[in-house]
């Protein structure tokens, strides 16, 4: 059972991308900070937090998602989703944290702890990719975004409303979530992304730059692996997958828990791409065991 709601802060950071808008629930103890991948924002996070009580949880929008600052235009530099992260800790005086990533962030969470490991109390890891591999199977969907090879093609189909819908309906047989739930992930936090919402406008810039970068940071990423940077790393690493993912597959979890010297894997039953709404109150468990 989550224990008492607490009071959730919604607050503007400046950072030198933009204005970031992170969601701040008062806690004590190792504070927890929680990253989305795309397409969705940080309300993946909405069923997790209570159940992480009393902790201290502080849930981000990368720069173009969510209710971050919309820019017209956007290439993604190497390295701004980290830098993005480092600018929130830095703004919210946080020393030393338990990093939870998902999707896409996951990556940005493992090379922040490469980079930063005196600031990482522990690493999370839900549902993620990290380098190249034979179990890595992305969707088709975000495979047609990131290939430069079809970029006209991929444009046309993201301009037609009709042809959005048609992707991310695709998309959801087999991550296994409900467009017309308006109790689902992707009411939540997907489709706003898409569409836009009570006038904020869609995130599709920013999904086109991040998936732009996909097959060039799988490289480096790669890099990273080679160097045996990954197996160096002391913070406490924790894979929490959904069993049910077809695309971030458990097969890719054991993949990824072997490039750590030392990390945990937990296959979550009844869960798909997003254990943390799926099973909140496991993962939160998960969480807590980790470290915090």
């Known amino acids: 059972m989550a224990a008492a709601a607490a009071e959730t802060h919604s607050r503007t950071v400046e950072t030198p991308y933009g204005r970031l808008h992170v969601r701040d629930t008062e806690g004590e103890g190792t504070p927890v900070v929680a990253l989305h991948g795309f397409p969705d924002d940080s309300r993946i996070y909405n069923r997790l937090t ?12 990368f720069r173009g998602f969510g209710h971050s600052e919309r820019p017209e235009k956007e290439v993604l530099e190497p390295g701004q989703r980290e830098a993005e992260l480092d600018a929130v800790l830095d703004a919210l005086e ?36 990290y380098g190249d591999a034979p179990a890595l199977r992305l969707p088709e969907m975000i495979r047609l975004l990131g290939d430069p090879h079809f970029t ?37 936090s ?15 810039v920013a999904i086109r730059a991040w998936t732009a970068t996909l097959y060039p940071e799988l490289a480096n990423q790669d890099q990273h692996i080679a160097n045996g940077e990954l197996k160096e790393l002391t913070a406490p690493v924790t894979l929490a997958f959904g069993e049910d993912d077809a695309y971030l597959s458990p097969e890719l979890a054991r993949h990824i828990q072997g490039l750590f010297a030392n990390a945990t894997l937990h296959l979550v039953k009844n869960a798909s791409h997003w254990p943390q709404w799926d099973q909140p109150e496991l993962t939160a468990q998960l969480i807590r065991q980790a470290g915090i």
């Open 50 to 61: 209570p159940y992480l009580a009393p902790h201290r949880v502080v849930s981000l929008d």
């Open 94 to 129: 946080l020393d030393r944290v338990m990093l939870v990533g998902h999707d896409a962030s996951g990556a940005v969470a493992v090379n922040y702890a490469l980079a930063h490991s005196e600031r990482v109390a522990g690493l999370v890891l839900l549902n993620c990719y």
């Open 190 to 204: 997907i489709v706003p992304q898409w569409f836009g919402e009570n006038g904020q406008p869609n995130a599709l």
């Open 152 to 188: 006209p093609l991929a444009d046309a189909l993201v301009s037609d409303p009709k042809m959005r819908g048609w992707l991310l309906a695709h998309t959801r047989r087999r991550f296994g979530y409900a467009l017309d739930d308006p109790e689902g992930v992707a009411a939540a």
